[in-house]
Every structure is written in structure tokens, then in C-alpha cells.
């Protein structure tokens, strides 16, 4: 399958199989590892057999980080190692008993196969096409627009379904199964709490007979 697809948007996950898909991943593979100053024809020398076995630049990328046991590879490359013998060294850890390549750590698939899953999912989750109402469903609709606009256009209307929300948060704070607090209630509190017998001077506000029965 020809696509020429942007190094910076080759699918991690694609085998690449032509010479212009291996260049591509090549560069895709140096641009995610930020590997500027890598020499591309070095890298694909290296890599180019392991595509070979069904590796993928999610893989490599994979390997370099950890080996086939999940522990690290170590620290990253540092501007003093050649790109291409740094990732020589790291999927050298990767062969089995030196004699095999390790099956790659990400699973991979062809180009077309990505191809189809993309477009499939583009498929399923583009918007649909809305269906044409009928008659009554477009008569309803602008009867409705109609009622929002007249609430729109009268102060009293707009007052009250102000009202309306307001009250619908408020009744929204209850806890359910209980009923709103009345007046009734309020003054059944007030009327449990006992005031003290003292008096009150005017003057001042101090409860008179408190302070001398306290010295």
C-alpha cells in the first residue's frame, strides 16, 4: 500500500515493510528518541533487520528504554555516544542467547491494516447526518422557539422563570425525604430557648444582678 505519510505522524505501531516506509519510520524513530544528529543511514542499517522480524518503532523505542525483563536499560543517551551504536548496544539485550531476535515488546501491524482501523473508527465517530423532521416534529419546534421568545420579550415572564430556577436549586439542597422548614417551625425553636430572669440595664447593656452575685 503507497502512503506517504509525515515522519512526525508515522503510527508507532506500523511494520514498515518498503524502502519508503523504513525511511520514513527511520526518521519518525530519530525524531521521537530526539536524536538530531543522528546519521539516518547508520540508524536504518541497524534497524532495518529487526523491521524485518516484525518490529515497529514503539518496539525499538520500548526496548531501549527496558530489556526483555522489564528492568531499565539505563540512563539516556548523552551527545558523547553515536545514536546508532547506543541503540546497537541497547537492543543487544534483546537477542535470545544470541542466537535470535526476542519477539518485540509492542505488538505490531502493517500499514494497512492500520489504514483500515483508522478509517473505521473516522467512520464510527464522525457525526451523523440529522434526519429531516416532519411536519409535526417542525411545527412543534417553532411553537416551542415561539414560547422562548415570548419569555424573553416579558419582563414579568423573564421574573419568574428566574424565580423558578432559583427555587428549583434551592429545593435541590434538601435532603431527601424531608419536608421545607416553615415559619411555624422557626417560632416552635424560639419558643424552647429560656431567656435569662435578669434584667437588663439600658444604659449599658449588662444583665444587672449577675455581676455582683458573681463577685
Known amino acids: 500500500m503507497r502512503v506517504r505519510l509525515d515522519p512526525r505522524q508515522w503510527p508507532g505501531r506500523v511494520i514498515p515493510e518498503t524502502d519508503a516506509e523504513i525511511d520514513t519510520a527511520v526518521e519518525a524513530l530519530c525524531l521521537r528518541a530526539t536524536w538530531p544528529d543522528a546519521h539516518r ?3 536504518r542499517r541497524v534497524v532495518e533487520p529487526w523491521f524485518g522480524e516484525g518490529w515497529s518503532v514503539d ?3 520500548a526496548a531501549v528504554d527496558r530489556r526483555p525483563d522489564g ?3 539505563g540512563s539516556p543517551r548523552n551527545r558523547d555516544q553515536v545514536a546508532h551504536d547506543f541503540l546497537r548496544a541497547r537492543l543487544r539485550s534483546w537477542w535470545q542467547g544470541g542466537a535470535r531476535r526476542a519477539r518485540p515488546p509492542v505488538a505490531g501491524m502493517t500499514l494497512g491494516a492500520w489504514w483500515r482501523i483508522n478509517r473505521r473508527n473516522a467512520r464510527l465517530t464522525q457525526p451523523r447526518a440529522a434526519r429531516p423532521l416532519s411536519a409535526a416534529g417542525t411545527l412543534a419546534r417553532e ?3 415561539e414560547r422562548v421568545r415570548a419569555r424573553l420579550k416579558d419582563p414579568v415572564e423573564r421574573s419568574r422563570e428566574l424565580a423558578r430556577r432559583r427555587q428549583e436549586v434551592l429545593d435541590s439542597l434538601l435532603v431527601p425525604g424531608q419536608r421545607v ?3 411555624d417551625d422557626a417560632r416552635k425553636l ?3 430557648v429560656r431567656l435569662p430572669a435578669h434584667p437588663v440595664c439600658s444604659r449599658c447593656g449588662c444583665r444587672q444582678g449577675v455581676l455582683p452575685h458573681a463577685a
Open 59 to 61: 518496539a525499538l523505542l
Open 181 to 183: 422548614p416553615t415559619f
Open 143 to 145: 411553537q416551542s422557539r
Open 190 to 192: 424560639l419558643a424552647d
Open 41 to 43: 543511514a547508520a540508524v
Open 71 to 73: 528492568t531499565r536499560q
